[in-house]
Nanobody, 121 residues
Framework: QVQLVESGGGLVQPGGSLSLSCAAS????????MGWYRQAPGKERELVAL???????NYADSVNGRFAISRDNARNTIYLQMSSLKPDDTAVYYC???????????????WGQGTQVTVSS
């Protein structure tokens, strides 16, 4: 059993900052990539940022320079520091982890439950 638990969403004014975290727990052998997607009402889910096991990062063009993803491998946790937030950043943010539950198993993707981020004055 694997769980991803997110925290840190909420309401923030335009130009403000917010930080999200996502902790993976359970029967985990190895975590590979972790990251964040978001989905706004009426839109498709889109990749926001990802971080590999060695710290390599990748960002969507729309958040590059404003968002920063980081990772604590000892705690199986990732963080998303969001700054200069815009109303267009309003969405449900989902974390994911690509991981192996056994040394011999193929990698699978697990998802968090989602956390709402609302940017509004």
């Amino acid at each position: 059993q694997v769980q991803l638990v997110e925290s840190g969403g909420g309401l923030v004014q335009p130009g403000g900052s917010l930080s999200l975290s996502c902790a993976a727990s359970g029967n985990i052998y190895r975590i590979n990539d972790m990251g964040w997607y978001r989905q706004a009402p009426g839109k498709e889910r889109e990749l926001v940022a990802l971080i590999g096991s060695t710290g390599t990062t990748n960002y969507a063009d729309s958040v590059n320079g404003r968002f920063a993803i980081s990772r604590d491998n000892a705690r199986n946790t990732i963080y998303l520091q969001m700054s200069s937030l815009k109303p267009d950043d309003t969405a449900v943010y989902y974390c994911y982890a690509d991981l192996n539950i056994r040394s011999w198993s193929t990698s699978g993707r697990w998802w968090g439950q989602g956390t709402q981020v609302t940017v509004s004055s």
